[in-house]
């Protein structure tokens, strides 16, 4: 086959699969749920930041059991997600690296840890997190420009248990999680294909 007839082709088809989509989004444009939307979530009891964090505050060092913790969620015998922590997972958590010695910690932290098998932990990451694109639903759908929103939560709870009793909390987070992301492709769907093709075309 002539270089002339493959060029030739290519050219067709490239028009054919512009003009489909070109059709397609005509039929599309004015549908306000034509673009997607993500959700991830992790599993847990609570809905909220709030709800998380609620229930975190309630957990007192020195008084709170790890039994008192299954009322508050933080038990990973009955709620999913949480994991627990032996001894060694401890030190990684608060011993990072060789600079951090151990009398560094929390006296709370380095006596679990010198209890080694009596010292657990338990370690939790609710979080909900939403995104969608928005915006022109033709410039989106030929790739052109692309506008994502991002929401939703995130908390983190690492709960050290020495003998059965809490001796040690720390948390960490996120209340409102929130993001936009641009993206924009001047050739539209022309951006992924080669050189050769396009000046074909």
């Given amino acids: 086959m002539s270089s002339l007839a493959k060029h030739?082709?290519?050219?067709?088809?490239?028009?054919t699969a512009i003009l489909l989509s070109t059709t397609t989004l005509a039929l599309i444009t004015g549908c306000s749920n034509a673009?997607?939307?993500?959700?991830?979530?992790?599993?847990s009891r609570w809905?909220?930041?709030?709800?998380?964090?609620?229930?975190y505050e309630k957990i007192e060092p020195y008084v709170t059991t790890q039994s008192e913790l299954q009322e508050l969620g933080f038990d990973p015998y009955t709620q999913p997600n949480i994991h627990i922590l032996s001894y060694l997972d401890v030190i990684q958590r608060f011993m990072p690296n060789q600079s951090i010695k151990l009398e560094d910690l929390d006296d709370a932290v380095s006596f679990c840890i010198k209890s080694r098998s009596n010292c657990i932990a338990y370690e939790a990451q609710p979080q909900k997190s939403k995104s969608k694109r928005v915006g022109n639903v033709a410039l989106?759908?030929?790739?052109?420009?692309?506008?994502?929103?991002?929401?939703?939560?995130?908390?983190?709870?690492?709960?050290?248990?020495?003998?059965?009793?809490?001796?040690?909390?720390?948390?960490?987070?996120?209340?409102?999680?929130?993001?936009?992301?641009?993206?924009?492709?001047?050739?539209?769907?022309?951006q992924g294909l080669d050189a050769g093709t396009i000046k074909a075309f």
Avoid: H
């Fill in 47 to 55: 809905d909220s930041f709030e709800e998380a964090m609620a229930d």
């Fill in 140 to 190: 989106d759908l030929m790739t052109f420009k692309r506008r994502t929103l991002r929401s939703g939560w995130s908390f983190y709870a690492l709960i050290v248990i020495n003998d059965g009793i809490v001796v040690y909390k720390v948390w960490s987070g996120e209340p409102i999680v929130s993001g936009e992301k641009i993206r924009k492709n001047p050739l539209g769907p022309l």
């Fill in 8 to 15: 030739s082709i290519k050219k067709c088809a490239l028009f």
């Fill in 35 to 43: 673009l997607p939307r993500e959700e991830d979530n992790v599993r």
